[in-house]
Nanobody, 124 residues
């Protein structure tokens, strides 16, 4: 599937942003869609994911409940609502999709299709 991520921007600490991930020419049915982020000098890490069919969601343990992933079936879109943003959330955020067994849903290499990334900058 082809993915398009959008919604990044500049925000002050404590603010919110909502990222969107859409696919064109296909659907997310049977896919797990994940949001990852990569800060300068760091590895790309999982932020959150959702299994489209079951709506099962999972998150990085580091988020402290500040982010929420959801999907809109009619719009074929996955959202990442980010609240109480912190400067350490500054990164390029990528959405990705893949079909994998449940136990690999947190594994970056299990996602085969990636969007172009959207930059989130949080100032202190």
């Amino acid at each position: 599937v082809q993915l398009q991520a959008s919604g990044g921007g500049f925000v002050q600490a404590g603010g919110s942003l909502r990222l969107s991930c859409t696919t064109s020419g296909s659907t997310f049915r049977d896919y797990t869609v994940g949001w990852f982020r990569q800060a300068p000098g760091r590895e790309r890490e999982l932020v959150a994911g959702i299994k489209w069919n079951s709506r099962h969601t999972f998150y990085s343990d580091l988020l402290e409940g500040r982010f929420t992933i959801s999907r809109d079936n009619a719009k074929n879109t996955v959202y990442l609502q980010m609240d109480n943003l912190k400067p350490e959330d500054t990164a390029v955020y990528y959405c990705a999709a893949g079909t994998m067994i449940h136990g690999l849903r947190r594994n970056r290499d299990a996602y085969k299709d990636w969007g172009q990334g959207t930059l989130v900058t949080v100032s202190s």
